[in-house]
């Protein structure tokens, strides 16, 4: 049972039932929040996840990344992977359909509604709930989203991907390539698609 009476983009778990059948992960991740509830903690799954045989390497992994697991490759490549839960929340994502905007297109939006909703293991960090709350995503449909951005888009995000990269990342670390993606997205749906071109730099000058 989702609990959304959190951190904005964020919610906890709570057991409503145990499944006869389940991931011993999922099992060992369940805790009590001492008012006889059981949440399954983020913090506590992506520790189960990083000690799993089937995801753990005999190779001592590079530190972890939010949500993310390294895991090495060779000894010389790694690859980072990020573990998601499946939610049945349709809620939200009629919330974000009904929304006025200039993109996507109606019938984008469509075909983004049945991709569904996700959680990541990623807590909001100032939240008294640190290691219990999980980050309410839509990877599915941002990837079908970010597919669709047009040509003045996709240049002004791969602009600020190498400001993250070059200039803010070594002096704030929380601005990630995530919250890039979110602010193009929002600026798309703000804007007129005819208009894009020309609000190129004053995008970049904004963000």
Not at 16 to 28: G, S, W
Not at 64 to 93: K, N, Q, Y
């Amino acid at each position: 049972m989702m609990d959304t009476r959190a951190y904005s983009g964020h919610c906890r778990l709570f057991l409503a039932r145990l499944a006869r059948r389940h991931l011993k992960i999922i099992h060992d991740a369940l805790c009590d929040n001492g008012h006889e509830d059981v949440l399954l903690s983020s913090g506590l799954f992506l520790d189960e996840i990083s000690e799993d045989p089937y995801t753990n390497s005999s190779v001592v992994n590079h530190e972890r990344a939010g949500p993310s697991l390294p895991t090495p490759i060779g000894g010389e490549l790694h690859t980072d992977s990020v573990f998601a839960l499946r939610c049945h929340c349709p809620s939200i994502l009629q919330r974000w359909a009904s929304t006025p905007r200039h993109w996507p297109s109606p019938v984008l939006v469509q075909k983004v509604i049945p991709l569904g909703t996700y959680v990541t293991a990623v807590d909001f960090k100032e939240s008294e709930f640190k290691h219990m709350e999980w980050r309410i995503c839509f990877n599915t449909g941002e990837s079908e989203l970010m597919n669709q951005l047009n040509d003045t888009h996709t240049k002004v995000y791969v602009m600020l991907k190498l400001i993250v990269k070059d200039v803010l990342m070594p002096l704030k670390k929380e601005i990630t390539s995530y919250v890039m993606k979110n602010i193009i997205l929002w600026q798309a749906e703000s804007n007129p698609q005819n208009n894009a071109q020309s609000f190129f730099f004053d995008w970049l000058h904004d963000d």
